[in-house]
């Protein structure tokens, strides 16, 4: 989808979703629906071709932030590739959830 367009979300309660998630699926285009459960916002649907331009999006605003940061001196003198393995890693400490003790 090209910058700028407008995407619409609809509103749907994990109810009503039960009786017509054939018609929502079917009419999702680049829209998007958002499934509520008691009036609070549960899960998002968009299609696959939606899922991902918005992956190559966040990949192609990963690369620039990491070519900002270079040039900006914060990581002045390092190679592409390790820059990007440093986010990598970052994004990899992010994604584990937090350990518990019982």
């Known amino acids: 989808m090209p910058y700028g367009l407008f995407m619409a979300t609809r509103i749907v309660p994990k109810t009503e ?7 929502e699926l079917g009419d999702l ?34 690369d ?4 900002l940061e270079h040039r900006s001196g914060t990581d002045r003198g390092r190679p592409a590739e390790a820059v990007f ?9 992010v994604s584990r959830p937090a350990r518990t003790t019982s």
């Open 29 to 62: 285009g680049d829209d998007s629906v958002l499934i509520t459960e008691r009036g609070r916002p549960l899960a998002v649907v968009v299609s696959v071709e939606r899922w991902n331009e918005l992956q190559e999006t966040i990949e192609d605003l990963e």
């Open 85 to 93: 393995s440093s986010i990598v890693a970052e994004e990899a400490d």
């Open 64 to 67: 620039a932030v990491a070519i």
């Open 17 to 23: 979703l039960r009786d017509r998630i054939r018609e």
